[in-house]
């Protein structure tokens, strides 16, 4: 039977139907699996490795130990602040950073023979009795290739330049160029004392199992003043580009499992109509209900293996076509994505032939004989009740078993529900309502109307289908839109790349005229005042130590304070009133997140200390803003006035292009006491990662819009039989071709715009629930989406519709009917 079938067409639309739908949900599946997997890989370069431990004092030797006895590679790093002197004359405060021989452990060390010479990648620091110097402080210094320079009582041989490190994202910034050197050369450098500004880190690195373990274990011995760091942590920016992504692309392949089971129930509804007679044909030769189920289940099981094989096989290809295309834009191999990808691509398969194809096929035993005698014996084909139920369940089931993620199926739910009840209201309102537009219209609209009127329940459920897909397909990308828009908004082009800090009072003048004068656009210089929070409404909190043994969140902390006279850009009142200006009264603004773990309101009287010297203030508004916008960010803002008295340094930061990078040199000489903290290369390392991350959803997005344009063709092929049955007749008694497809064209584009409306509709709102409740997004509406999705719904449904009937046109009348 399906060799017959095969021959004559019968089974086209649905393998091909099963097979795309395999073959895309399990291409995604791997696609994103690999690329997950590529991303994260790429995404430690910001750690130098998998996971840091860091403190300010030296950390416990024995963890290196365990690690080593768990087979994770290891490294250790220390970095501070420290003159460094060539000769009498030339000094400079760098940031060194000692490193062991391993380091780093995840990506490379970007090194030249000489300053700012070609740079070539290192997989190992400098080694003992030498340093590597940031390009900048070779004239700095005044030094060249293989001169000596002290660090404390060491002497070391400067052996090249450093210039580009994987971690410099970690903790976001050193102060003055870098100086590298080898670990082993610090107990003779004698700088390392107690109370030293000093930072010590210990890398890990491994198999992800190995290292989990090793966490677990870690995480119980952590003391005051230690942590642990992963990409999230240690690049907040990053990790939220790549939780954000990683949503887009569970929801990509939650939508693909919805679209591949579609497909599949529209193809099999067709199937089954069309096998009614040779049922019943069965039937009258003796044939039983049970042998006909069996008959067809056995042939369903049988072409759903096939189909299953082939899907794999093309999913394989596709995630491989995908990693061809994109292999320039990955720095890094991905990783096999294992056969979990495939397995979801056969349960995807087999769900949907028991939820979608069997029903329908499963009543074709109960086909009466006698529809070989009187073709006006009604069909068992519909679906029922239970039929939905069973389809919803093995969805929702499907696409919370892919995403992992219930809010996420919930809130697609949650469009289809939109869509499904708006669908039908709209759509038989509209359909039933155009009768007595019908009859007074032209013949090519009145024969359209009449067809969408006879059909009317049958074009209602075929508009909400079309309008799912469209739906879906809207959803992704509007949510594409957004995140890119979202990424671009936080790291433009112009974005400050460079802060300073420590700058006194007597030289806010001179360096604001030296940016001026070097065409250099700055933020504003924002006092700096350092203080520590001691007390909400007389309510002494605990120190840090105390509140970690007590499991408490409210402790004392130390924080940098400013004034201001007005809101300062980038900020968003959410409560209270900001001051007027000269106000003397002892006010507070408090940042939302601080107001939050604090539980802070409005009217709260703050005790704060200022070095030795006690400051109140009572909370007169809570702000909220962006952390991610490179400018500088305060939790407490005060009225100028209240701070007058405490001293104060300042700090500002602004853009300075790689071509410009010479003016430090200058700048450094004429302010050797200003800290210039460098976030370029920082900043280009999140652009790469986030560059790499849109590239990913553009593909994605493709594969999907392939996946909706499926369902549209399965949606139109399940009326195109009876539609060209009547275009048949019609022709027959001598309608023209043009009646005939302007009657078609009106009523696929009648269609297409019932489901493009209800499609924006649905889109918009599951949108704002998907970018609110699972992505953390602020939502904004979409103006544009109303004439893309209303002009697409009408083009798609209207073309693929007359050209899926094109034949009744072609052929003679006569042909037409005998193949149906």
């Known amino acids: 039977m399906l060799a017959r079938d095969w021959r004559g067409g019968e089974l086209g639309v649905l393998v091909l139907a099963l097979v795309l739908a395999v073959g895309v949900v399990s291409g995604i599946s791997a696609f994103t699996t690999r690329l997950q997997n590529a991303l994260e890989t790429e995404s430690h370069r910001f750690l130098a490795a998998d996971l840091v431990a860091r403190s300010g004092r030296e950390l416990p030797a024995p963890w290196l130990d365990e690690a080593q006895q768990r087979d994770l590679e ?7 602040p420290s003159m460094v002197y060539a000769g009498d004359d030339a000094m400079q405060l760098a940031s060194v950073k000692a490193v062991s021989d391993a380091y780093p452990l995840r990506g490379e060390l970007g090194f030249s023979e000489t300053a700012f010479a070609e740079v070539v990648p290192r997989s190992q620091g400098p080694g003992p009795g030498q340093v590597w110097l940031d390009s900048r402080l070779f004239p700095l210094l005044d030094v060249a290739l293989g001169d000596s320079v002290d660090v404390g009582d060491a002497t070391l ?133 049970k042998v006909v189920n069996g008959l067809y289940g056995r042939s369903l099981l049988l072409l759903g293996g096939v189909a299953t094989l082939l899907g794999c096989l093309l999913g394989w290809s596709i995630q491989s076509l995908f990693f061809t295309l994109f292999a320039d834009q990955l720095p890094v191999q991905p990783a096999p994505s294992g056969p979990r990808p495939y397995l979801i691509g056969a349960a995807t398969s087999l769900t949907c032939l028991l939820s979608f194809a069997w029903p329908p096929l499963r009543r074709l035993g109960q086909a009466s004989p006698l529809r070989v005698l009187r073709k006006d014996v009604p069909l068992h084909s519909g679906r029922t009740f239970g039929d939905y139920l069973l389809g919803l369940t093995a969805i929702s089931l499907l696409m919370f078993w892919y995403s992992g993620d219930w809010k996420l199926t919930l809130a697609v739910l949650a469009g289809l529900a939109i869509t499904v009840a708006l669908g039908m209201v709209l759509a038989l309102t509209l359909l039933r309502g155009g009768r007595q537009l019908g009859m007074s219209a032209g013949s090519i609209w009145r024969l359209a109307l009449a067809g969408l ?13 079309f309008a799912m897909a469209i739906m879906l397909l809207l959803i992704l990308v509007l949510v594409r839109t957004s995140l890119v828009d979202e990424w671009q908004m936080q790291l433009p082009e112009d974005a400050p790349n460079h802060f ?102 409005i009217g709260d009287e703050l005790s704060l200390l200022v070095g030795s010297q006690p400051l109140m203030a009572r909370v007169s508004s809570v702000r909220e803003l962006d952390w991610q916008s490179m400018r500088p960010n305060f939790y407490l803002i005060f009225p100028p006035k209240l701070l007058a008295n405490y001293p104060a340094t300042f700090m500002t930061s602004f853009h300075l292009s790689a071509d410009d990078k010479l003016f430090l040199n200058g700048f450094i000489r004429e302010f050797p006491t200003v800290t210039v903290i460098e976030m370029d290369m920082v900043i280009d390392q999140i652009r790469s990662i986030i560059n790499q991350v849109s590239a990913a959803i553009e593909l994605v997005l493709l594969v ?117």
């Open 74 to 80: 290891i490294a250790t790093v220390l970095t501070f």
């Open 157 to 289: 041989t400067v052996s090249g330049a450093v210039r580009s490190e994987p971690d410099q994202a970690v903790g976001m910034y050193g102060y003055g160029p870098r100086l590298m050197m080898h670990y082993s050369d610090i107990d003779a450098t004698g700088v390392i004392q107690p109370g030293s500004r000093v930072s010590f880190r210990q890398l890990y690195a491994g198999d992800a199992d190995a290292l989990l373990q090793f966490k677990e274990w870690l995480e119980p011995q952590l003391e005051p003043g230690q942590r642990l760091i992963d990409v999230s942590e240690g690049q907040p920016g990053v990790g939220e580009a790549l939780a954000r992504a990683e949503s887009f692309l569970l929801l990509a392949g939650s939508l693909g499992v919805v679209l591949a089971g579609v497909a599949i129930a529209l193809a099999a509804r067709r199937f089954s109509e069309r096998h009614n007679d040779y049922v019943a044909v069965m039937k009258s030769l003796g044939a039983t209900s």
């Open 453 to 465: 009127q006879r059909r009317g329940t049958a074009n209602a459920l075929q508009v909400v289908i």
């Open 500 to 601: 300073m800090i420590n700058i006194g009072p007597e030289d806010v003048q001179a360096v604001d005229q030296s940016l001026r004068q070097a065409d250099i656009h700055s933020e504003a210089l924002y006092a700096m005042i350092r203080g520590r929070l001691m007390a909400v409404n007389d309510e002494a909190l605990p120190t840090w130590e105390e509140a970690e043994a007590a499991g408490h969140e409210r402790h004392q902390r130390e924080a940098n304070f400013t004034w201001s006279e007005s809101l300062p850009p980038d900020n968003q009142l959410l409560e209270g009133q900001w001051w007027e200006p000269g106000t003397e009264e002892p006010l507070v603004s408090v940042e939302a997140e601080f107001a939050e773990r604090y539980g802070l309101s």
């Open 704 to 820: 999907i819009l392939a996946t909706g344009s499926l369902v549209l063709v399965a949606g139109v092929q399940a009326s195109v039989d009876a539609r060209m049955h009547e275009s048949s007749i019609l022709r027959a008694l001598g309608a023209s071709r043009r009646l005939i497809l302007g009657g078609l064209w009106i009523e696929f584009a009648a269609l297409g715009l019932f489901a493009g409306l209800l499609a924006v509709i649905a889109a918009e709102m599951s949108v704002a629930i998907l970018q609110f409740w699972v992505m953390d997004m602020r939502y904004v509406p979409s103006p544009w989406l109303w004439p893309l999705g209303i002009a697409g719904g009408i083009l798609l449904i209207a073309g693929l519709g007359v050209w899926s009937c094109r034949r009744v046109v072609s052929h003679p009348p006569v042909a037409v009917l005998r193949e149906l």
